[in-house]
């Protein structure tokens, strides 16, 4: 005859230990799933938004959507649809009231050229918040191409002040040249113009001795003949000094010229960018405020 | 391009990196004399600016200077009048208003009656201030091309029709003067024009309207930091508030201009 079973003394009450252990497992499983959802936003309420595109190149499921910089959503659905691609956002609804109708999506990155894409929301002016599956515009973002081509567009007027200013130095060049040319015939010209140079000095000097002698002679009798010799000399000094200066006229002229053509070409070159900013005049005067007049005591310093 | 348009780009470089040709020692001592007093008087030492005028003014009398005298002469009566000396303020201005040889230009009549117009008007003689107001508008209306005065001008005009009682005229032609500096982005003159503007608004009874102006002159003025401008905002728009029924914010602005009234006495 076999002995009764007894149940061991050692794993009393085993069963309710087990299934204690498996409940607190199970419950520990929950709060970390509840934790993940959370964190994930599972919670929070989200309404979708739509728009559509032409071309989703750059445009990718979890995408964030920011508003000022600020994320309020991420893109949640993407769709082939008519006129190209139907693109979901999920918008936290906390956040839907600061997006008005006639708002615009924009697809951008986060440093302008490069950096992180993301889809931004203008905010339009309008009053009543955009709704549940509405659709608002959309704004590709700009290709290198069309960069480049803004920037041409205001490149080109600085571009052609450059090309008038290269214009107005080749214009100088020339000009110097005639200007070489007619003073190398001046140069030409110096002996002549030394020696009329000479005979005016010794017309000069012939009229000094005449004057002295004038003044020495004065109560002389033959006053009036020496007055005439003196009249005559000094009347040869003045047509040997004309003639001179008639040689020197042209010399002045070119001079004149050249010096206002670089006038011209220097103001030319002050007005152009990169010199503009080199050149600011300094104002030498105070500035006159009118304030003065208000009649509150200055400092007497 | 060909070669002759090269070289002359190519001597046109060399020119820059080449020193400049010198003044001579007289005229540079001339225009250190000016840039000195200059930045002493923007530093706020009159005293030693207004002895860097008087020599800048000796040595554009030797050398003949006409213009650099008339300069010189306009910011000594700047700097005379900030330091009180109001007489020799306009008595420093007399031989550019009398130019007796025709020897300065429109533009320093201009300035010089823009100033007497100022000084006049501090000294509570507006009948005077209105006359040279007049002359200095005249000649910045026949001058071609535009003239920067004008909004400085049509301020000393305001300020002058506000002390005589007519703050209708006084806000119009502060507007007016508003509008002009703001073309000419003149920080200074817009503020000054809306300070009037708000004074004569206080006048006519529009109380709120003046603290709303007042306070975009405040603004502006805060950006250009002169106090003794602030100082004025602040009082005007003390009292703006308080004909509005404000007492709080009044006494609020009223405490403000008391502080740096303070702090301007501690700093002499």
């Known amino acids: 005859m076999s002995k009764p079973f007894s149940p061991p003394v050692r794993f009393a009450r085993l069963a309710l230990k087990v299934n204690a252990f498996l409940l607190i497992a199970l419950l520990l499983v929950a709060a970390f799933l509840g934790l993940v959802a959370w964190k994930q936003g599972w919670f929070i309420h989200q309404t979708g938004i739509n728009f559509v595109t032409r071309n989703s190149l750059g445009i990718n499921k979890g995408m964030p959507v920011k508003l000022f910089g600020f994320t309020i959503g991420t893109v949640s659905d993407m769709r082939l649809a008519q006129n190209g691609v139907a693109v979901r956002m999920s918008i936290n609804s906390a956040y839907l009231e600061r997006i008005p109708r006639g708002s615009r999506a924009k697809f951008s990155r986060e440093s302008g050229v490069v950096g992180a894409s993301v889809i931004e929301i203008i905010p339009g002016k309008g009053e009543q918040p955009i709704g549940e599956d509405e659709y608002m515009d959309f704004e590709p973002a700009r290709g290198l191409a069309e960069i480049i081509d803004d920037f041409r567009r205001q490149a080109v007027p600085a571009f052609n002040e450059i090309k008038q200013t290269m214009s107005q130095f080749n214009r100088s060049g020339e000009e110097v040249t005639t200007a070489m040319i007619a003073l190398r015939r001046e140069i030409d010209q110096i002996p002549e113009t030394h020696r009329a140079v000479k005979r005016l000095i010794d017309s000069a000097t012939r009229t000094s001795v005449s004057l002295e002698h004038l003044t020495g002679t004065l109560d002389r009798a033959d006053f009036a003949n020496k007055l005439i010799t003196t009249l005559d000399s000094l009347n040869r000094t003045a047509a040997t000094a004309e003639e001179t200066m008639l040689r020197i006229k042209p010399a002045v002229e070119i001079g004149e010229n050249a010096a206002r053509d670089a006038g011209e070409i220097i103001a030319a070159a002050k007005r152009s960018w990169p010199l503009k900013e080199q050149y600011r005049q300094t104002e030498a005067l105070l500035p006159i405020d009118s304030f003065e007049a208000y009649g509150i005591s200055p400092q007497k310093k | ?268």
């Open chain 2, 1 to 268: 391009m060909n070669s002759r348009a090269l070289f002359s780009i190519v001597v046109l470089l060399a020119g820059c990196g080449a020193p400049g040709p010198q003044p001579p020692a007289a005229q540079a001592r001339l225009e250190d004399a000016n840039m000195r007093g200059s930045s002493q008087a923007r530093a706020g030492d009159n005293a030693g600016a207004a002895r860097r005028y008087e020599d800048a003014m000796r040595l554009a009398k030797t050398l003949d200077d006409a213009d650099a005298f008339a300069v010189n002469s306009i910011n000594l009566s700047i700097v005379y009048q900030r330091m009180g000396r109001d007489a020799d303020a306009k008595t420093v201005l007399a031989p550019i208003v009398a130019d007796e040889r025709r020897a300065y230009s429109d533009a320093r009549h201009l300035q010089a009656e823009l100033r007497l117009a100022i000084m006049s008007l501090a000294a509570r003689d507006n009948a005077g201030a209105i006359e040279w107001a007049k002359r200095a508008q005249n000649r910045c209306q026949s001058g071609a091309g535009g003239c920067a005065q004008l909004p400085a001008i049509l301020n000393v005009q305001a300020q002058a029709a506000l002390e005589a009682g007519q703050p209708a005229e006084a806000s119009s032609l502060a507007q007016v003067a508003a509008d002009r500096a703001r073309q000419l982005d003149d920080k200074s003159e817009h503020a000054n024009a809306l300070r009037l503007v708000g004074r004569a608004q206080r006048a006519q009874g529009e109380n709120a309207a003046a603290v709303e102006t007042l306070t975009k002159a405040w603004e502006i003025d805060r950006e250009l930091a002169d106090p003794r401008k602030l100082m004025a905002d602040l009082l005007e728009l003390a009292h703006a508030s308080l004909a509005a029924g404000n007492k709080v914010a009044a006494r609020d602005y009223q405490e403000r201009a008391a502080a740096i009234s303070r702090a301007l006495r501690d700093e002499k």
